[in-house]
């Protein structure tokens, strides 16, 4: 108990006395886990909402695996995507190994199934005659695919959320992809383990504690977003 | 009104995450030939020798070094797979094989320090004072008291098999044997709070000794228990890809009279005595004498 409010102090200390090693894995943390989010959301919304809005045999198939990726063990997604990228792999071309482009990667496939489950679930509990009526009114099917992303957004706004959440706080994929180097591809979650490895629980607690505020900023802003959508 | 301010939220968070992209593309643009990838032992890093050498090394030569902390054995697989520049391992044996299969050249000898057996202060098996470590491992097993061991293929875990081959006893399986699977930090902790011995490296040791009020030296000073670590280039012959410059950079200033000085000091101030022992240009059979 005591370690923990020693933790507890500690976070704040490197909080108020904006200790630069601190800020900057902050920053990078936000940074790596905000584009990778980012890239999913892309790939997360557009596919999702074709599945939703089409009809193919095996359907509910795809559908499944969607479902199950959303459960994507991130340090299998790390152990693939560091085989891939390996210097001498298939991808290793691209020697992205040990940066943070490697873990944008790995946290962008860690998210994206999380992203695509949500809006394809969202898109699908619209009612189905709402998109015959878009239609009627003469709307072009770009036009009615995009009423309807807008009619969901509250549930793709969690979606948002979820996969944020789902990477921020992913430490597998990271560490091996990444390398946790030093002022460079070092992020929170990597960091406290780190610390914890070292024995140094103060730091690492106080690290744990710095991740939770900055997941809540974060969420505290979509949320924010998420809501005035709802009011209207 | 509400609808236009929704838009305009939107519209702000589109523009943040833009930039937050933007941003990163900037600052992740490390020079590419200029990276040397360091395959190295969770002691270097935990024991923070490494945080104290690489600025100065960077510093010295422009190169951007990414330190992968694994176990020796991780480490020296990444080099026989071409996926290291350099190593800085300490499994000797492991590590002349290595060489003799040609995937690692100029094996230079950079420092030493030692094992030791630590353990609860109660000290269940009475193995404080026996001089022979192999004894006190014995001693140890016939107690059936709590042993952790790394389990990871590390150097310290190679060091550990080696004497445990000594005293004739298999371990592994046993109800008194605990195997972590993990780096020597987090070993110790799991030791220090199961109130198990360890065998560890002197270096990690001291240098988290302060949350681990819980463990004791209590087998030290047998010359089974040196612990060499050698700097191995990755054989660029094998791997086209390995950055040779790079690599015999890194080696020669391990090597080199201002680092071994560094060595020599590092941890003096903090902890009382030094965490290792420079021994670059000697001999392997005259260390610890």
Do not use: C
């Not at chain 1, 709402?130 to 770009?142: D, E, H, K, P, Y």
């Not at chain 1, 944020?164 to 960091?191: C, D, H, P, Q, W």
């Not at chain 2, 199961?194 to 047998?222: H, Q, S, V």
């Amino acid at each position: 108990m005591e370690l923990i409010i020693q933790g507890i102090i500690k976070a704040f200390e490197l909080l108020i006395s904006f200790d630069p090693e601190v800020m900057s894995i902050t920053w990078l943390s936000l940074k790596i886990s905000g584009t990778a989010t980012f890239i999913s959301l892309f790939f997360g919304v557009s596919i999702g909402t074709a599945v939703a809005l089409t009809n193919f045999p095996g359907k509910r198939l795809v559908i499944s695996i969607i479902n199950t990726g959303m459960g994507l063990p991130p340090v299998v997604v790390g152990l693939f995507v560091t085989i891939l990228i390996w210097r001498n792999g298939p991808l290793g071309f691209l020697e992205i190994l040990y940066t943070p482009y490697a873990m944008i990667v790995a946290q962008a496939i860690i998210a994206t199934p999380i992203v695509m489950g949500i809006s394809l679930a969202s898109i699908q509990n619209l009612p189905p005659n709402l998109r015959l009526q878009i239609l009627s009114l003469g709307a072009s099917r770009m036009q009615m695919v995009w009423v309807l992303i807008k009619e969901s957004k509250l549930p793709l706004l969690a979606a948002v959320m979820a996969g944020f959440g789902g990477v921020i706080s992913e430490v597998g994929a990271s560490i091996m992809v990444g390398g946790n180097i030093k002022g460079y591809s070092r992020v929170l979650t990597t960091a406290t383990v780190m610390e914890t490895g070292k024995g140094n629980f103060d730091i690492a607690i106080a690290l744990g504690i710095i991740l939770l505020i900055l997941a809540f900023l974060v969420n505290l802003l979509l949320t924010h977003v998420q809501q005035r959508q709802h009011l209207r | 009104m509400h609808r236009f301010k929704s838009t305009k939220w939107l519209i702000t968070l589109t523009v943040v995450a833009a930039l937050v992209v933007l941003g990163a593309a900037n600052v992740f643009a490390a020079p590419k030939q200029k990276n040397i990838i360091l395959a190295t032992t969770t002691s270097t890093q935990d024991s923070g020798l490494l945080d104290k050498l690489i600025p100065l090394f960077e510093k010295q030569t422009g190169y951007f070094v990414k330190t992968i902390s694994v176990g020796s054995g991780a480490a020296m697989k990444m080099g026989e797979k071409g996926e290291a520049d350099v190593l800085l391992v300490h499994s000797p044996d492991a590590e002349k094989k290595l060489v003799d299969e040609g995937y690692g050249v100029n094996r230079r000898l950079v420092m030493h320090n030692d094992f030791i057996i630590v353990g609860p202060a109660a000290d269940p098996a009475k193995i404080k004072g026996v001089k022979s470590s192999a004894e006190a491992l014995k001693m140890i097993a016939n107690a059936n008291a709590l042993f952790i061991s790394r389990g990871d293929n590390s150097g310290t875990h190679a060091k550990e098999k080696t004497l445990w081959a000594k005293t004739g006893i298999t371990p592994a399986k046993q109800k008194w044997y605990q195997e972590t699977g993990a780096g020597m930090g987090h070993t110790l902790n799991v030791a220090a709070e199961k109130k198990g011995y360890t065998l560890t490296d002197r270096g990690t040791y001291l240098a988290i000794r302060k949350n681990l009020a819980a463990l004791e030296i209590l087998n030290e000073g047998d010359a089974a228990l040196l612990n060499i670590y050698h700097v191995i280039e990755v054989n660029p012959v094998k791997w086209p890809k390995v950055n040779v410059a790079g690599s015999k950079a890194f080696a020669d200033f391990m090597v080199s009279n201002n680092t071994q000085a560094i060595i020599k000091t590092f941890g003096v101030d903090k902890y009382g005595s030094p965490l290792f022992f420079p021994d670059a240009g000697k001999k392997v059979e005259d260390l610890g004498k």
